[in-house]
């Protein structure tokens, strides 16, 4: 006799699944306690980086939109192998100029692994731009901004990579015309550590940043992560 199932048995949800779906709830609350220049993201890390943004609210902050990619701060994060649960009020510009307040708190699994992120990014250019007391109320301050932002945001995965490629660039302090092999490597080797390969299309835009073949970016991250293999090994 064949048993048949119970049609009314409906398959529970994963923790991870039922964590992401409880924190879309959250996202709601923060936005609406602290208002419109407030904006809450949640990325479910467990997706591709270019498409992980599954919840956003005030998006119109930044510009980014559901399904939209980790922005570069992000993409340190994940490939950093000592990444922070909390990163608090650190500074952050948008790519039409304003300036952020912005936090990130990292939610693992039980493996500690993590599985989601909840980012908030608060509007302060105004605030900056009044008056010491209320800078003071808010525990900010201007020579934060004086420095380069440590993240911005684009609603394009494009933009996101090669700002951090022009800024990679930028640091090495030599121009691409006169980089010799060992110094477009090190470029290379810096951006891996950034997390900039994790995203599809990012080998390409590097190639024509470097006026080099596709083949040749491959060839220097093969070199690369063989290199960081073989440190790995070495310090077993």
Excluded at 68 to 85: C, F, M
Aim: glycine residues 6%; charged residues 30%; contains cysteine.
């Amino acid at each position: 006799m064949i048993k048949k199932g119970n049609p009314n048995r409906i398959k529970k949800p994963s923790k991870e699944a039922f964590l992401i779906e409880s924190l879309k709830i959250l996202v709601d609350g923060i936005a609406r306690t602290f208002g419109s220049r407030c904006e809450v993201v949640l990325h479910d890390l467990s997706r591709n980086p270019e498409h992980c943004i599954v919840k956003i609210a005030n998006g119109h902050v930044t510009g980014r939109v559901v399904d939209g990619p980790v922005t570069d701060q992000g993409l340190r994060q994940l490939r950093s192998e000592h990444w922070e649960k909390l990163l608090i009020n650190y500074p952050a510009v948008t790519k039409d100029g304003k300036r952020l307040k912005s936090s990130t708190i990292m939610l693992t699994n039980d493996k500690e692994e993590p599985i989601a992120a909840i980012c908030i990014n608060f509007d302060v250019t105004d605030i900056i731009n009044f008056n010491v007391a209320i800078q003071d109320v808010f525990a900010i301050s201007e020579d934060i901004y004086q420095c380069e932002p440590t993240e911005t945001f684009q609603s394009d995965k494009f933009l996101t990579l090669s700002n951090i490629a022009d800024r990679v660039i930028r640091e090495s302090g030599k121009a691409i015309p006169s980089m010799m092999r060992k110094d477009r490597i090190e470029i290379v080797k810096r951006l891996e550590g950034q997390g900039f390969f994790l995203i599809k299309g990012a080998i390409r835009l590097l190639a024509q940043k470097l006026n080099v073949s596709k083949f040749t970016i491959y060839n220097y991250l093969e070199h690369v992560r063989s290199e960081n293999q073989g440190k790995e090994g070495g310090d077993r």
